[in-house]
């Protein structure tokens, strides 16, 4: 039986994908690329500042430049690499179905939506598809005909399915428990039964009344006992919170991620974790990226730029708050916090102020890892140096930028990526703690 031959498209990429991932224009396999005159429009808008999104839109600029050496814009240039397509800048704004008409504004969704309905008309023989991050710009296309597909690299399947870092196995045999008890560890194979477990997978050993903590040493090939401890004076109130302290102090694991919805804990804990083992670390830097409210630029913020960023570092003032009004003033821990943050050995940051910096001998906590880009968790995760930890901590379903969700956010792509990583660990904490009125709130509202 002949073999049906390929139906070849083109990608039409919308300015969400590209703030989204810059290198993006690579990642179509052998199907050609074409990038609307508007959305290039849109990148000169975003291509000054620090946040994430200029960083990728000039980027992006520079790929595009150093592609189109030799070329015009309008000629369909090969994408550089083997199996790959070409790409072209799509000049026309106008098509015989005119959205600006349609939808009553000459916005440049619109527009992009007009060049992408222009090539469909002049290219018979392939398939156009519009891709772009935004729900809103998908449905608009399919209403007028136009195939519209979300950017799906770096995409997590199921995020219903995502690793857990945890396992709860009962009926276990009461002498591989006293073993643990006793010895402080077991083999795999005695509780398994020959499956093969996850590096640093923790583990909910019962039988009947008695149980266990204990964790998959990957590097001994044993299942080892945990014990609860409290860091910096806080103590683990559930199971998983004693895991994510647990894999935060492992010297061995340089790469932690904690989970969890509001009030289970997580900057807390990594926090605390982290203090507890300063004299370990130069420094230890406590960073979340900045995501204005409805998503407006924090520059309608009164204030100079540190009274603007205020409102967003709060909460991370106020978990390093919390660990130490648990001494007095006059103690020698409260003090000590103090100077650390007087001496810049502990620093709260925003996140873009430490692009670039080396990240040696550095205990690093990126909080709301969930608002990240998989490019971005790369970025950071790459410039690791020498003694240097990296915590990300984060709820994936509260995302608060408008092109990101559970599935496609950076950090249920790392968790879904390097499970079984003998430097890496990952804990989801399941309980709130805050209070039984948050409690309250989470479950029943």
């Avoid at 309905?117 to 398939?127: A, S």
Wanted: aromatic share 8%.
């Amino acid at each position: 039986m002949a073999k049906s031959k390929k139906i070849q498209k083109i990608f039409v990429l919308d300015t969400s994908v590209i703030l989204y991932e810059s290198n993006s224009i690579m990642n179509f396999e052998e199907h050609d690329v074409a990038i609307p005159i508007t959305v290039l429009e849109e990148l000169d808008n975003f291509k000054k500042g620090n946040d994430i999104k200029n960083f990728e839109a000039r980027e992006f600029i520079r790929l595009l430049d150093r592609l189109a050496e030799g070329h015009t814009l309008q000629d369909w240039i090969p994408l550089n690499g083997q199996g790959k397509g070409k790409f072209k800048v799509l000049m026309s704004v106008e098509s015989p179905v005119d959205a600006t008409k349609i939808f009553a504004g000459e916005k440049a969704d619109h527009r992009i939506l007009n060049a992408a309905l222009q090539l469909q008309e002049e290219v018979k023989d392939k398939k156009v598809i519009l891709v772009t991050k935004d729900i809103n710009l998908r449905l608009k296309a399919k209403s007028l005909s136009l195939p519209a597909e979300d950017y799906t690299t770096g995409k997590v399947e199921n995020v219903n399915t995502l690793y857990s870092g945890k396992s709860i196995l009962d009926d276990i045999n009461p002498d591989n428990i006293n073993s643990l008890y006793d010895d402080g560890f077991t083999p795999p194979e005695s509780i398994l039964n020959g499956e093969m477990p996850l590096a640093n997978n923790y583990y909910i050993l019962r039988n009947g009344k008695k149980s266990v903590l204990s964790y998959y040493n990957s590097e001994e090939k044993r299942i080892e006992k945990i014990d609860k401890r409290s860091v910096y004076g806080i103590k683990p109130k559930n199971a998983e919170q004693t895991f994510a302290i647990h894999a935060i102090l492992n010297p061995t694991v340089k790469l932690v991620s904690v989970t969890g919805v509001a009030g289970t804990g997580k900057t807390l804990l990594a926090l605390a974790a982290a203090l507890e083992q300063k004299r370990d670390f130069k420094q230890i830097y406590l960073a979340r990226p900045i995501v204005p409210l409805s998503n407006k630029d924090i520059g309608y913020l009164p204030g100079d730029i540190k009274s603007k960023l205020n409102p967003y570092m709060e909460p991370l003032w106020d978990n390093l708050k919390f660990i130490q009004n648990q001494w007095k003033e006059t103690d020698k821990e409260y003090i000590k916090l103090t100077e650390m943050v007087n001496q810049e050995k502990l620093v709260i940051t925003p996140l873009a102020y430490i692009r670039g910096r080396s990240l040696s001998n550095i205990c690093f906590i990126v909080d709301e890892a969930q608002n990240l880009t998989p490019h971005e968790v790369k970025t950071i995760i790459t410039r690791a140096g020498e003694n240097t930890k990296l915590i990300f901590t984060g709820d994936i379903n509260q995302i608060d930028t408008p092109y990101l969700d559970a599935q496609s956010n950076g950090l249920s792509f790392m968790i879904d990526r390097i499970k079984n990583h003998p430097l890496y660990a990952h804990v989801n904490l399941e309980k709130g703690e805050r209070s039984e009125l948050a409690n309250l709130a989470t479950e029943l509202l």
